[in-house]
């Protein structure tokens, strides 16, 4: 019996560590934002003064959010229209799973309760005018978190989250 429960514990964690991206648009593109293809990606450094997770992310981050703003047509400029600001932030949460079942044998009550992390990644894309207007913002989570990190979950991650940003249209 005691199998059977932590066989559809396992089954139900599984099925909780979806990794299809959950994208969010928190500014949807304004007005402003027609007309406008030049952009620069600024460093991470730059949007957020909290020093950010997974520092290691971001060198392979840079790229692939510049060749997905190239593929929505976008151009990289020294002179941008658009300032595109990113960065990773962490939403850890503990997780308690509690045995109804009492252990067979006498080994203690740790038997009992699991304690497990719940990390989530969450990678937020701003689009500002070089004066500092927000003229676009999305956010997109996903297994980006070191115990779930692969390189194809940030490339679907940031696929899908430039797929709801507008192409840039002369």
């Known amino acids: 019996m005691r199998v059977i429960a932590l066989i559809l514990l396992c089954l139900g964690l599984a099925t909780c560590a979806s990794h299809i991206p959950q994208i969010h648009v928190v500014q949807s593109a304004t007005p402003e934002l027609a007309g406008r293809q030049s952009f620069q ?91 500092g207007q927000v003229l676009w913002e999305g956010t997109v989570s996903t297994g980006l978190s070191p115990g779930r990190y692969r390189v194809d979950y940030l490339q679907r991650a940031v696929r899908a989250l430039l797929q709801q940003l507008p192409e840039a249209h002369p």
Do not use: F
């Open 41 to 131: 990606l600024m460093p991470p450094e730059q949007a957020k003064s909290a020093p950010a997770p997974y520092p290691q992310r971001y060198a392979e981050l840079g790229p692939l959010l510049r060749q997905g703003l190239l593929e929505r047509g976008y151009r990289d400029s020294q002179t941008p229209q658009l300032l595109a600001y990113y960065w990773l932030t962490l939403d850890d949460h503990p997780l308690e799973y509690r045995v109804d079942i009492s252990p067979p044998e006498e080994l203690g009550p740790y038997q009992a309760v699991h304690r497990l992390r719940d990390e989530a990644g969450t990678l937020r894309l701003r689009l500002a005018s070089p004066d």
